[in-house]
């Protein structure tokens, strides 16, 4: 099972992301959240209030994303990299 294992908010609608079969890296979810559940989240300091589940992210507003959507928008369009923590904000992990 594909698990989200570190999370970190990277500004707007960024993620730095690292999951259970090695990929880490930052992903932009910037358009890719829609629908009533999404809509508090167009606020990017809400947006980057979220928790670490036993699997993935989410929110206090219920929404959350399955890792394996979160793992395809990284293979589609993230920046793999090894991000210095000096320029993230403090990791949810678990």
Not at 1 to 20: D, I, P, Q, T, Y
Not at 43 to 57: K, Q, V
Request: hydrophobic residues 40%; negative net charge; glycine residues 8%.
């Amino acid at each position: 099972m594909l698990r989200v294992l570190e999370a970190r908010h990277h500004g707007a609608h960024r993620l730095w992301l690292r999951f259970s079969d090695g990929w880490s890296g930052v992903i932009d979810l910037s358009g890719r959240l829609s629908g009533p559940v999404f809509a508090p989240l167009t606020d990017p300091a809400t947006f980057g209030c979220f928790s670490l589940t036993d699997h993935t992210i989410e929110w206090a507003c219920g929404a959350d994303l399955a890792p394996e959507y979160l793992r395809d928008v990284a293979s589609e369009t993230g920046v793999r990299d090894d991000v210095s923590s000096a320029s993230l904000s403090s990791p949810a992990s678990l």
